[in-house]
């Protein structure tokens, strides 16, 4: 982790919008984000630890990150990827003492913006969009879960897969000559798919023979979505 200037994120492009800023004007925009202090992480850096206390509020402003989940014998579920423009950490808007749910780590080198939990509460008691806001992302991600958990007891191993690169297409996705590229690797989709890698990469291999989509440079270029599900086409 390394503090930034405010030069020097001046300098880094700024992120789309997002939820977290919805509805509010230029002047309350800049007041909320002139109020949090920019930081530099490495990629596989922790930013936020699971169970521990939830005193800072973060935005991505460059990068990518996710979110994981400790198991109780050492696992490592992955859960929802963050871009940028996304917040995390918003249990620390909660007056109360509260813990961090999940961990977040940087997937690539990422700056965020922090606030500090009572410097957050105090503003979105000035700013009453912030908490709703919040609600809206909280809300938004309590429905990924619920996709998430009925997708782990109703779908294939090989539905799941297909669902995890269709959905992280508009996210993390990049529009090239002949398709989408994604910057992933077939341990993390593994891991967002809940399979095994080898199981993986035996899917990534026959869709890469059938052309639905090819691998290159390290990178997956999805090329036909809808023939990752042959049986709903």
């Known amino acids: 982790m390394e503090d930034m200037t405010a030069s020097e994120l001046h300098a880094v492009h700024a992120p789309p919008a997002g939820q977290f800023l919805h509805g509010l004007g230029r002047h309350e925009s800049d007041s909320i984000l002139a109020a949090a202090k920019p930081r530099r992480f490495c990629a596989k850096s922790v930013m936020t630890r699971q169970g521990e206390r939830a005193d800072q509020l973060l935005l991505l402003w460059k990068g990518r990150a996710r979110y994981f989940f400790d198991t109780p014998n050492g696992g490592k579920n992955i859960l929802m990827w963050i871009t940028p423009g996304d917040v995390f950490g918003g249990v620390a808007l909660v007056s109360r003492p509260s813990a961090y749910l999940v961990s977040t780590e940087a997937v690539r080198e990422s700056v965020v913006l922090v606030w500090e939990a009572s410097t957050i509460r105090g503003l979105s008691r000035r700013f009453p969009q912030v908490m709703e ?13 619920i996709a998430a958990h009925a997708a782990l007891t109703s779908q294939t191993a090989r539905e799941r897969l297909a669902h995890v690169l269709v959905e992280l297409a508009p996210s993390i996705g990049r529009e090239v000559a002949g398709g989408t590229e994604l910057d992933v690797t077939n341990e993390e989709l593994a891991n967002s798919a809940n ?18 989509l090819c691998k290159h440079r390290g990178k997956i270029i999805v090329r036909f979505p809808e023939q990752l599900f042959p049986r709903v086409v």
């Open 133 to 145: 806001n919040v609600l809206f992302i909280a809300e938004d991600h309590f429905s990924w879960y």
């Open 195 to 212: 399979i095994t890698p080898y199981t993986a990469s035996r899917m990534i291999s026959a869709w890469q023979r059938s052309g639905v």
